[in-house]
């Protein structure tokens, strides 16, 4: 890996996040500008979700105030948001196998009580609304990537190697105007999973009542 120092150690001073993960999404940002087709895009996703980057001072924005996410300067603001996501989706992923499980247990009972219906109904939808949520998250994250992909190849060409200060350059207003309405769009949706988290602890309460597990 490189020197921190190689990155722009004034930049890094002032960010939440170490030159080593400022690296990673550097690189990240060279690799858009190499797509050639957008079969390449899920893998750079993959790889980008992958950037250890826990996003604490963007959970602190988005409990306290959300709207302060929106304010997208630079290239790594947008690549940031964009993997905040993730973190925020992986709330709901942990308890979703345990719940398909208690679905189909209550499911399968012959003769379940009120309480049982009630919680196998309230689970049903559940699980409907986190692969909404899911499906919403593939659509949009997928979309803000192609569109990052096209906006940097035309603002720097194909960058062989990564460009070792871009992560801080501002992006051009045409291609912020852009790519702002397709952060909102994943704002809204981190919402919603958050008040899917919310429908998950009470319901994660019932089942280990109900179901012991």
Known sequence: MADPGDHGAENNAALPISAEVVFEYTRVLAD????????????????????PDPGTDLH???????????TTVTWLDFLRILRFSVNLSSGLAGQ??????????????????????????????????????????????????????KSLKLTYGVLHEPNKTMYAHP????????????????????????????VMTALVRMRKLMLDF
Do not use: C, W
Request: no cysteine; hydrophobic share 40%; glycine share 6%.
């Open 60 to 70: 602190e924005k988005f409990e306290a105030d959300s709207s302060d996410l929106h």
């Open 96 to 149: 979703y196998d345990l719940f398909v499980q208690a679905y189909q247990q209550l499911s399968a009972k012959p003769d379940p009580g009120e309480d049982e219906r009630k919680l196998l109904g309230e689970i049903g939808d559940f699980m409907y609304a986190v692969d909404d949520l899911a499906g919403q998250y593939e659509r949009h994250s997928m979309k803000l990537i192609t569109e990052l992909s």
């Open 171 to 198: 992006v051009h207003e045409d291609h912020a105007r852009r790519l702002r309405p397709l952060i909102a769009e994943l704002i809204t949706l981190g919402h919603g999973m958050r008040e899917q988290v919310k």
């Open 32 to 51: 858009l500008t190499n797509v050639i087709t957008n079969e390449q895009l899920p893998m750079l996703l993959g790889v980008l979700e992958r950037v």
